[in-house]
């Protein structure tokens, strides 16, 4: 039985920082597509980051624009975890994040393409 299982989510002030976590158990997602997004309340959910696998242990990732340059998504294999760390925090950063699972290899923004789901972890970034 596959789980995602995300960890790191809390209260920061703006401009501060996190680290989420997600941990897969089941099955090895080494060179899969795995990836974040996020839900605000009273939105839908919106693509994050996403990461692929290249060769050995080279992924190569990419942002949604309304974080570029501030979050940075990336694995650890040995560990079979995702990571996505949050930078220079604002209050519009605020949501639930999920972290996804594919069954593709190529990266994709598209939640659709998404097989496996994590509970989610609450941000909260205060002003």
């Known amino acids: 039985q596959v789980q995602l299982v995300e960890s790191g989510g809390g209260l920061v002030q703006a401009g501060g920082s996190l680290r989420l976590s997600c941990a897969a158990s089941?099955?090895?997602?080494?060179?899969?597509?795995m990836g974040w997004f996020r839900q605000a309340p009273g939105k839908e959910r919106e693509f994050v980051a996403t990461?692929?696998?290249?060769?050995?242990?080279?992924?190569?990732?990419n942002v949604a624009d309304s974080v570029k340059g501030r979050f940075t998504i990336s694995r650890d294999n040995a560990k079979n975890t995702l990571y996505l760390q949050m930078n220079s925090l604002k209050p519009e950063d605020t949501a639930v994040y999920y972290c996804?699972?594919?069954?593709?290899?190529?990266?994709?923004?598209?939640?659709?393409?998404?097989?496996?789901w994590g509970q989610g972890t609450q941000v909260t970034v205060s002003s």
């Open positions: 996804a699972a594919s069954q593709r290899l190529g990266r994709t923004t598209y939640s659709s393409d998404y097989d496996y």
């Open positions: 089941g099955r090895s997602f080494r060179t899969n597509a």
């Open positions: 990461s692929s696998w290249i060769a050995g242990t080279t992924y190569l990732g």
